[in-house]
């Protein structure tokens, strides 16, 4: 289910962050290859795969050449799946990269803010965006970790602009 896409990405609305002494955004990150892992703590499948290839990614290449962000986008299970209760979830899984929170919707829909500008359909959902800031693949469910480290290795080798 990969759609490529020429697009610019969307910046994203995070309503906290973890693991950062600063907000980031996609202008600050510009000049490096940006893999990001949108998942919900309690989905089976980002806690089985997503997370620890986010985690692999993250300790396998040069955080100064592939950024590894998370994007923690709640569309179900509110109530279970608050800040508080994910800062304990980044603990324990020992997550050591950037996690921005999704910021809830203002009008009340579910579908949290950053979660409707990228038409997630669900988590886990992976966006990879290269050096200026266009988004290169886009995949919902599990990615092999061999095609996401070829796909990062391609990106990295493309030249500068």
């Known amino acids: 289910m990969d759609k490529i896409a020429c697009e610019l990405a969307q910046p994203w609305t995070v309503s906290e962050w973890l693991n950062t002494p600063t907000p980031l955004s996609l202008e600050s990150l510009r000049g490096s290859v940006i893999v990001l892992h949108a998942f919900q703590m309690l989905c089976p499948g980002c806690v089985s795969h997503a997370l620890p290839q986010a985690r692999?990614?993250?300790?396998?290449?040069?955080?100064?050449?592939?950024?590894v962000i998370g994007?923690?986008?709640?569309?179900?299970?509110h109530e279970a799946m608050t800040p508080v209760a994910l800062r304990a979830f980044v603990y324990e899984y020992r997550l050591r990269f950037p996690i921005g929170v999704d910021q809830a919707?203002?009008?009340?829909?579910?579908?949290?803010v950053t979660m409707r500008a990228y038409d997630?359909?669900?988590?886990?959902?992976?966006?990879?965006?290269?050096?200026?800031?266009?988004i290169r693949l886009r995949h919902f469910?599990?990615?092999d970790d061999l095609r996401l480290g070829a796909m990062i290795g391609q990106l990295l080798a493309e030249p500068d602009d």
């Not at 994007?71 to 299970?77: A, C, D, I, N």
Request: charged share 20%; hydrophobic share 35%; glycine share 12%.
């Open 56 to 67: 692999a990614v993250h300790a396998a290449f040069p955080h100064d050449k592939v950024r």
């Open 71 to 77: 994007l923690h986008t709640v569309f179900e299970h």
């Open 105 to 112: 919707s203002p009008d009340g829909n579910p579908i949290p």
């Open 120 to 134: 997630f359909e669900g988590t886990p959902s992976l966006v990879v965006i290269d050096r200026n800031g266009g």
């Open 141 to 143: 469910g599990q990615m």
